[in-house]
């Protein structure tokens, strides 16, 4: 009998290498890969049938059992060494690229960035202005079980109207925002990267939500002129009346029987900011359900689009802490422009001044709505996690 095992890291002897099997024809390879996975033995008689096979099929073959935990030989082959002169074993590295899958159609070369633990995978798309995967097969990707793993997958497009590149982002529902701002600063490290650039550069990027200008800080940093904020409820959108300004600022909000204050407001996407319900102090984020809460938000009637929801705690007036449930995506570790949206609501509420920081899950982030211009800056990190091709 040939042991076979698992080639997993947790064995100390193949953790830096596989094994690759070189035999008369493709008919042991065809025989070992019918064994489970879970075996533990295979049958020697297969070599013995294999000598009936021409020297001519000869070739090496590498053995990969569906791309998961491969089986292979171990050099324990001390019961067939009257074969061995036809059946011979040869230590590959670890770095050997497996064969493409049998039914795949095509390949997607990607890399995955994250901002504060938000994390997209990004695909140079500079050569269409199509974007190279559809939204469904997006949600595969996003899979954190059968796929890469992500919140959404970002293409890098060819710039429009004088713009330096253009942003299109699929949730991972296979839903399509206007844009992101976490993933535009990953963008923008992406971008960077494909240019090899060195020093501190700003990019003109088109998205459906406008015109957005990241600049990439030789310190790794993003700035992002996040433009002007948007309060016409209309335009957010929300069927939440305005008040004597036309603004849905500390507007009551039932939600599922309980009664919410919330003031809306729009950074080129929709978003319910909440500092908690009526009657309450302060939100305590560390108990808030949101995984029930949340979607009763981004689905409420309320809002024809849907919404982004950030759930508040004032720790200062210039230190906010939120809790995301995102449109699309659901809870997430950071949202930029939820970030963004925040601080505009806690200044219309008079909670908190013009700059702040604000503290979410994955980490912190800058956020400035200055009176000169009307704009919202953020200032955040975009790391860079791997590279890879997936198939489609």
Request: aromatic share 8%.
């Amino acid at each position: 009998m040939i042991t076979v095992i698992s080639s997993s890291p947790g064995k100390r002897y193949f953790a830096s290498s596989r094994i690759v099997v070189m035999a008369t024809s493709t008919f042991l390879v065809q025989r070992l890969a019918s064994i489970p996975q879970t075996s533990s033995v295979v049958d020697t008689s297969c070599f013995k049938e294999l000598l009936q096979y021409p020297y001519k099929h000869s070739r090496y073959v590498p053995y990969n059992h569906s791309h998961r935990s491969s089986l292979v030989i171990s050099r324990q082959l001390s019961s067939v060494r009257p074969v061995m002169s036809q059946v011979s074993v040869k230590e590959k590295q670890a770095t050997w690229n497996p064969p493409p899958l049998e039914n795949d159609k095509r390949s997607l070369h990607f890399v995955k960035y994250h901002g504060l633990g938000n994390d997209f995978i990004l695909v140079d798309n500079r050569d269409s202005k199509v974007p190279k995967i559809s939204p469904e097969e997006a949600v595969e990707l996003c899979n954190r079980n059968f796929g890469v793993g992500g919140d959404g997958v970002i293409f890098v497009l060819p710039g429009v109207d004088g713009t330096d590149y253009s942003m299109r982002i699929f949730n991972s529902d296979g839903s399509e925002p206007e844009m992101c701002g976490n993933g535009i600063r990953c963008m923008a490290r992406y971008i960077a990267k494909l240019e090899n650039a060195i020093e501190s550069r700003s990019y003109k990027i088109h998205t459906l939500a406008g015109l957005i200008v990241p600049c990439v800080r030789e310190d790794g940093q993003v700035v992002v002129d996040m433009g002007p904020p948007n309060l016409n409820p209309a335009q957010i959108p929300t069927k939440l009346p305005g008040n004597e300004k036309g603004f849905v600022v500390r507007a009551p909000l039932n939600v599922s029987g309980k009664t919410w204050i919330v003031t809306c407001v729009s950074m080129g996407n929709p978003h319910c900011v909440t500092f908690g319900e009526q009657g309450t102090q302060d939100l305590d984020l560390d108990a808030l359900p949101l995984e029930q809460v949340g979607p009763l938000f981004e689905h409420h009637q309320m809002f024809p689009a849907r919404t982004n929801t950030e759930f508040v705690q004032v720790l200062s007036p210039s230190h906010l802490r939120m809790r995301v449930w995102e449109r699309g995506a659901g809870a997430t570790l950071a949202c930029g422009t939820g970030a963004c949206a925040l601080l505009v609501a806690a200044v219309l509420e008079q909670r908190a001044g013009r700059k702040c920081r604000v503290d979410l899950p994955g980490g912190p982030l800058e956020i400035e709505w200055r009176e000169d211009d009307n704009h919202v800056y953020m200032t955040g990190p975009a790391e860079a996690v791997f590279s890879g091709t997936a198939f489609l």
